[in-house]
């Protein structure tokens, strides 16, 4: 039922990235290993979407992503974290990917972010596992 109040925002091979207004929540579907231009332009499409939006909750599923260059790494922590940190989101879950160097880079990344403020991120094999969590009221400890 919900899935048809999705609107798809941006879409390449690399990613298809669609919303639901009402839930203010993004779902980013990431698949295989895209260029740096590629991976930049679709995760600058990503904080749009969030700042023009309103979004807080974000999935990111990652499941078919492949790994990510340090460069493109160091660019997200420089140019992406910051505006991230300033956007409305404050819940994001992550469906963790099939691939090994992807989960160690995007772990890596977190890692070197450091303390997100009011912004709480959870891992997730399991998709509806990950919506349940990310919809239940912001207001609840998110460490639970």
């Known amino acids: 039922m919900t899935g048809a109040m999705r609107k798809i925002y941006y879409q390449t091979t690399g990613l298809t990235l669609s919303y639901d207004e009402d839930l203010a929540t993004a779902?980013?579907?990431?698949?295989?290993?895209?260029?740096?231009?590629?991976?930049?332009?679709?995760v600058l499409q990503c904080l749009e979407l969030m700042e023009s939006k309103g979004i807080t909750r974000w999935l990111a599923d990652n499941r078919?992503?492949?790994?990510?260059?340090?460069?493109?790494?160091?660019?997200?922590?420089?140019?992406i974290i910051p505006r991230m940190l300033q956007s409305p989101l404050r819940r994001m879950a992550t469906?963790?990917?099939?691939?090994?160097?992807?989960?160690?880079?995007?772990?890596q990344l977190l890692h070197r972010a450091g303390?997100?403020?009011?912004?709480?991120?959870?891992?997730?094999?399991?998709e509806k596992e990950a919506l349940r969590w990310l919809m239940a009221p912001l207001s609840v400890s998110s460490q639970a």
């Open 27 to 42: 779902y980013a579907v990431w698949n295989g290993f895209l260029s740096s231009p590629e991976l930049r332009e679709a």
């Open 64 to 79: 078919k992503m492949k790994a990510i260059r340090q460069a493109d790494q160091q660019w997200f922590l420089s140019n």
């Open 95 to 107: 469906l963790v990917s099939e691939d090994m160097f992807n989960k160690m880079a995007v772990e």
């Open 115 to 126: 303390g997100l403020d009011h912004l709480t991120m959870r891992d997730f094999d399991n």
